[in-house]
């Protein structure tokens, strides 16, 4: 195969590993953008515009450049740690170098140096680049500094003297002469060791070199005796030809006509012999050829089939990955969406948990207070440990005259709907015992019972709600010490001292 049928295939295996790649940066690219778009961290969202600028710095300095500068907007809200402040002046000042700003990239590059050096961190290769641009900017003076500061820090003895080579350029071009023979002569220190070494390797060589010559100098003279040899030989050869010259000169008595067609016999025989040796050497060569042909032609089939497989294959994966792509976007976008759902989900139950809490207050804030109950009844206790945040349960006091009323009540569901009822039943008491001046127990839970009926609206058909409360209601008397008890499908407990007496309620909830 000819030598451009390779360069061929290696452009176009090329081409497609390009286009590969590109379309993997685009695909990086996007998904980085959606990330930043759903990113609430601060410092997350600085490393994810360093990553797209370093990507298009490979593309368009003019965008990579733009990303550094949502950094520094970011920055204004937090401080990246040391190592990351010097990647992106790095990467801005790559950017800056590129697009052709060099005197603001030797500031990126100058601020990068300083973060490293107050980190403690190595910066060679910051000091590399400000001295690189310093010169081609002609600014001899901080190259210099520069690249003696590289000096300085490095033990390579190879890249120590290519810095001085480079030392000695500046010094050159700035005409500072005794500044550049001073970093020549020390160029030429380390390359001078270093000819040393060589040329200790060298003489080495050179007396291996030696001893093959005299090697070759013994080989020699046995040559020259094996010729000495030939010689005698050639002598005897040369005796034995006279012999037959004369010997010759016997047969010169032959007839012309026998000599000419011994003559012509060898002549023909000559070129018969000619012909058949042409004629075998070009059936060899074209045998030979016919066999490479067949084998360029295997050769050239098989690099075909190869170049397909690879062409399907690279096609099939950049296929298949293209899929994969699409379905992460697809899977991370979902993820967002979830996650926002979320986000809603927790600010309402926050919202709806603040108004709970709110209600909470509201709710303890109608029971009446403690203090009320222990002194008109100091030897008692109250126990109440709602279920929820609010609750569907309440006690209530008062004193009417002489008679101290006490109510423990059980409204009909849990949370938030028992506490509404519980808000009812609080103000209908309040309204019957308080305004109404109703305080036996009986006639209390009647009027209640009425009362809750037209508040909830019940009327007594099938489709109403069935909401209300168990309660119990007692009238104490100090000072006759008479206890009048009234029930709603919660029965009164006495204690006597010794056993606890139950006295059954009603079996009809109030509402």
Known sequence: MKFKHFIFIFLFLTSIFTFAQTSTDRQIIQELKVELDTTV????????????????LNYNADTSIKYCK????????????????????????????????KNN?????????????????????VLFNLATIEYERKDYAN?????????DATTDENLKARLYQSLYKVQKDAKNYEQALNALNSYLEIVDKKFYDATQKISILSNQVTVTKTNLYTKQVELNQTQNVLNITADSLSFTSDSLVRVSDINDSLSIQQKIII?????????????????????????RQETELAARKKIISLLIIIIFIIIAAGSFIFILYQRIIKKNIILKQQKIEIQKQSALIKDKNRLITESILYASRIQQSILPPTINIYKYLPETFIYYRPRDIVSGDFYWFSKIDNKILISAID????????????????????????????????????????????ALQQTGSNVESEDGMDMVFCSIEPLTKTLTFAGAKNSLLIYDGEQFNSLKADFISIG
């Not at 920055?75 to 697009?99: H, Q, V």
């Not at 990239?105 to 290769?125: C, G």
Request: hydrophobic share 35%; glycine share 4%; aromatic share 4%.
């Open 41 to 56: 961290i601060v410092t997350d969202q600085i490393k994810i515009n360093l990553q797209l600028a370093k990507i298009y």
């Open 143 to 151: 190259a210099a500094t520069h690249y003696e500061q590289l000096i």
């Open 411 to 454: 409204c009909t569901g849990h949370g938030v709907p028992g506490a509404f009822i519980s808000m009812i039943g609080n103000t209908l008491l309040n309204q019957i015992v308080k305004e109404n001046k109703v305080a036996k127990p009986s006639e209390v839970l009647l009027n209640l019972h009425e009362e809750m009926k037209k």
């Open 263 to 287: 003559e012509k016999k060898a002549r023909h025989g000559l070129v018969l012999k000619h012909k058949t040796t042409e004629l075998n050497h070009n059936q060899v060569k074209f045998d």
């Open 70 to 101: 949502e950094i520094k907007k970011l920055m204004r809200r937090t401080t990246p740690p040391p190592i990351l402040l010097a990647d992106i002046n790095k990467t801005w000042g790559d950017a800056l170098y590129k697009s052709g700003d």
């Open 105 to 125: 990239a030797i500031k990126k590059y100058t601020e990068q140096l300083e973060v490293l050096n107050d980190a403690n961190i190595n910066a060679d290769s």
